[in-house]
Each structure stands twice: as C-alpha cells, then as structure tokens.
C-alpha cells in the first residue's frame, strides 16, 4: 500500500484478487503479526503490483491485490509460508470469505484522465 | 448488500468494478444519502448482481460492485441520474478516487468448496 492506501498500478490488463471477509472475535495481534507478515512477503513475489485494504467498524473487510498475471496468483497462492497462514486463518481468524480472481480490462481514476 | 456485507453472486463469469477511495472532510449526511439512494438504483438496473462495500477508519474505502456483462456496466454508467450524482461525487465528495473493471474468471470461499 502507498501512504494514502492506493496501489500504484500499470496499465492494465493485469489481475485482481478479491477478499472479502468478516473476522472472528479474538487474536487481533497474532492476525494484525500475520497480515503484516504476509504483505512484506507478498512484496517480494515476482508479478506482485501492489494492494489496498481496509475493514470497517463493523468487522467487514475488503483487501484487492494485483498481480501481473494469473501464474503470479498461483505461485504466491502455493507459497509454502502463506499457505500454512491461510489454513490457519481459515480455522481461527475468519467467520466468513469470499475470493474472487478477476481479470482487470480497464482503469481510471482521480488522477488520470476520466475514461 | 446482504445483511452481513456479503454479496451472493452466481458462477462466474461476471464483472467487476472496484472503486477505491477517499472521502473529503464534511457533507456526511449527503454523501450517505447519495450512497444509499445510488445503491437503490444500482438495484434496479438490468444485470446488477450485487455490492461489498467497506471504510475504514482511516478514510480509505472500497466497494466492489458486480455486474452480468460489460454492456450492463456500461448501461448503469450511462444512467442519467448516476451520472449527476458522480459528477457531484468528483468535486465534493472524493480526495481520491480510483476505478478499476475486470472480469472475475472464478470464486471460491469459505462457504463454497476451496478451489
């Protein structure tokens, strides 16, 4: 994430992972270690752009990464670190995801001309 | 949006679009109205499958909007009154605001079989 939480993107086409969340009551420091973890390490992957998050007050959560291509997803999806993490989010910290993997066909934005 | 935030969408292939933003200080109270009324809209339109929307409190929001087609996207892009209220949007209400549209190729989440 940049300062202000956009992710300075290319042009498209590239893709987005889509993670739409509620927590579970409980652990926030060993979630806000993990999540910390996996964005330093997310970094370091090849084909990684970048990414934007944010949870509000009621515990919902929407967290977008981008990646240059679908094979980037896959072998960050197989890194052995972020796999274990995942399995233990699925059992401790999340009551609810939802992942989508889309293609993105267009962008625009405040600061680039309206398309 | 369903009760819990999250949108119940059909098999992919669908669309996306990702807004990610943040709020200029001041006019609440009609932000919150032109958001509520836009998403009784969005409702509306042939093609709309749903919303996730989400702020934290820093100020950085997403809301991911899902569509049929590209044409239905195009369609709610081109209505009338949405249009009025995102112009109204870009010189009130947004510091910086950035939109991306993507086709979402597969799901997977806590509720459906992991893929």
Sequence with gaps: MSGDGFA????????????S?????GDDAGY???ATRMLE???LQPGFLGVESTRGGDGFGITVS???SEAAIRAWREHAEHAQVRRH???HW???YEL???RVERASGSGTPSR
């Design 8 to 19: 300075p993107l290319p042009a498209p086409p590239y893709y987005a992972v889509i993670f």
């Design 94 to 96: 999340y009551e609810h």
């Design 100 to 102: 989508r993997v889309a």
């Design 21 to 25: 969340s509620t927590r579970k009551d």
């Design 41 to 43: 390490l997310a970094r």
């Design 66 to 68: 981008y990646w240059e």
């Design 32 to 34: 806000a270690e993990a």
């Design 89 to 91: 989010g699925r059992a």
